[in-house]
C-alpha cells in the first residue's frame, strides 16, 4: 500500500514492499501531489507484475560483480570468465554510486563515451557487448524497468594501423645481419 505525506512545499511517497518475510519501503519526493499520486501508482502496478522493486537499489557494480561471478562463471570457458574479471575493474570505476532504478540509455551512453574517450573501438565494443548480456539479465529478474541495452552504441579511438611493411632492401639487410 502506497502514502502520501506532505512535507513543507513537498510530498513524500512511500510504497510498502514484502517479500520472502521482510518488509522494505521504497520513498520518493515530489514537488506536487500528482507526480506522488502517478509514481505510487506505478510502483503498485510494478509490484502487481511481480517485478523486484526492492532490490532496485542495488548498486549497478555490485549487480555486475554478481552477475559475473553467479551467472557468467559456469556458462563461459575459463579464458572468456578471465575476460569478464577484467571488465569488473572498469565498471566499478565507471558506474560507481549509481543504482539499477536510476540506469536508463542516456546515463548508460554518457558512461560508455566517457570509456570510449580513452579507449580502442574494440575494447569499447567488447564493454558494451558484456554489459548488454547484464542488462538483460536485470530486466528478466525485475530489476530494471526496460530492456534499454539494444540501444547503446560502441564508440572508440581509432588505432593507426601498427602494420608496416618492410621493403625489399630493408628484408635483405635483416638477413645479412643475422
Not at 509490484?47 to 522493486?53: F, L, V, W
Not at 559475473?68 to 572468456?80: G, I, L, P, Y
Not at 554489459?131 to 579511438?157: E, T, V, W
Request: proline share 2%.
Amino acid at each position: 500500500m502506497a502514502t502520501i505525506t506532505k512535507r513543507g512545499n513537498s510530498y513524500h511517497a512511500t510504497v510498502s514492499l514484502y517479500k520472502k518475510g521482510e518488509y522494505k519501503r521504497e520513498t520518493k519526493t515530489f514537488s506536487n501531489r500528482k507526480d506522488a499520486e502517478l509514481w505510487t501508482l506505478e510502483m503498485e502496478l510494478e509490484k502487481g507484475r511481480d517485478k523486484n522493486i526492492a532490490e532496485r537499489s542495488t548498486l549497478f557494480p555490485d549487480f555486475y560483480r554478481n552477475w559475473v561471478h553467479t551467472v557468467k562463471k559456469n556458462d563461459v570457458r575459463e579464458a572468456t570468465f578471465i575476460n569478464y574479471k577484467r571488465t569488473l575493474v572498469v565498471v566499478d570505476d565507471l558506474f560507481d554510486g549509481i543504482q539499477l532504478k536510476q540506469l536508463d540509455d542516456l546515463v548508460m551512453q554518457k558512461k560508455i563515451d566517457q570509456y570510449a574517450e580513452t579507449h580502442s573501438k574494440k575494447r569499447a565494443k567488447e564493454l558494451v557487448l558484456k554489459i548488454r548480456g547484464s542488462l538483460k539479465y536485470a530486466y528478466a529478474r525485475g530489476l530494471i524497468s526496460n530492456n534499454f541495452g539494444h540501444l547503446l552504441k560502441s564508440k572508440g579511438q581509432e588505432q593507426p594501423k601498427r602494420n608496416i611493411p618492410l621493403s625489399i632492401t630493408k628484408l635483405k639487410n635483416s638477413d645479412n645481419t643475422a
